[in-house]
Structures are given as C-alpha cells and as structure tokens.
C-alpha cells in the first residue's frame, strides 16, 4: 500500500517525515518524507519553539523564571495573536542539544515527554518505546502532531512533519 493510501485510510491528508536522531546517524540522510516541502499549520505544536526560547532566556541568565515575562509590541512579531508563522524547516535539534543550551533542551524534552495527547503517535509504535510529543489542533480541522519516538535500545525517531507556516 503507498504512504498516500495508508495516510488517507487513517484520515490524515497532509504530510509526514521521519528521520532517526543523534548517535551514529548520518546527518546526510534525510530519512523519510511523504509531501514534506507542502506547508502546514503549525497550531499548538509552535509552543515547544516558544518554550524552547523561554527556557534558553533563563538558561542565559535574561529572564528571571520566578517573574512573569510580558512582551511589548516592539517585541513581538506580526501574525495571528502576536506570532509569526514559521516558514522555515525545523528539525528537533532539542533531541541532540543543539538547538538551544542544553539545559532548554532537557526542560522541552520533560515537558514533551508528558504531554497527555502523545497517543497518536504511540500508535504508531510498539508500547516498549517511549514518545514524547506536542499535539496541535485549531477548530477541529487541524491536527498534527510533533514528537521522537525512543525504542529500548535508545535509538531515537522524529516521525514530524518537516515544515510549518502560511
């Protein structure tokens, strides 16, 4: 069966890539995508870019995380509530620290690892392996979902969608 059946069969109708994180992984290799390079709604699943901004402020120094952090206009950027939609293609760096101080990373990774909505992708794994998620949904026509999946032997997936925004 293709990828655009199986996806159709499960009432999904956009996009998915796959790729394996860190350890001896060939950053060369693309892994897997299936209509990847076509633009989705990010919905929910920008917070962890949101959260992963805050906590490298803190990790830095520049925000105290005991106070609240209120943003002027000057500081935000243009788009739907004050954020923008990101156009660029993301990867979960968080996984290898590379995104941000490693300590933002390990805070994202906690807070991914307990999200109560990761089912939809644990579905798609045995119960063995571990998912930490971000699920996002607008108005009940938007759902997708952000995550690595981490089987026993520590081998790590990211099965996301490569690309946000419009």
């Known amino acids: 069966m293709r990828v655009g059946a199986i996806l159709a069969e499960a009432g999904c109708a956009r996009a998915v890539h796959a790729r ?38 803190i990790a830095g120094g520049s925000v105290d995380p005991t106070e609240r ?4 206009d000057a500081e935000r950027t243009p788009g739907p509530v004050w954020l923008s939609l990101f156009r660029d293609g993301a990867e979960l760096l968080i ?14 990774r906690t807070a991914m690892s307990w999200q109560l909505t990761r089912h939809r992708l644990a579905a798609a794994a045995p119960s063995d392996v571990t998912v930490a998620a971000k699920s996002g949904g607008l108005m009940g026509v ?25």
């Open 142 to 166: 938007v759902r997708n979902e952000i995550g690595v999946l981490t089987y026993p032997d520590g081998a790590a997936y990211d099965p996301s969608p490569r690309r946000g925004g419009t």
């Open 20 to 57: 394996a994180i860190g350890g001896d992984i060939d950053p060369a290799d693309g892994g897997f995508s299936y209509r990847a390079d076509q633009p989705v709604v990010p919905a929910s699943v920008m917070k962890v870019q949101v959260a992963l901004a805050v906590e490298s402020m």
């Open 95 to 108: 996984w290898t620290d590379r995104a941000a101080p490693p300590i933002a990373c390990a805070q994202i």
């Open 69 to 72: 952090l209120r943003l002027g």
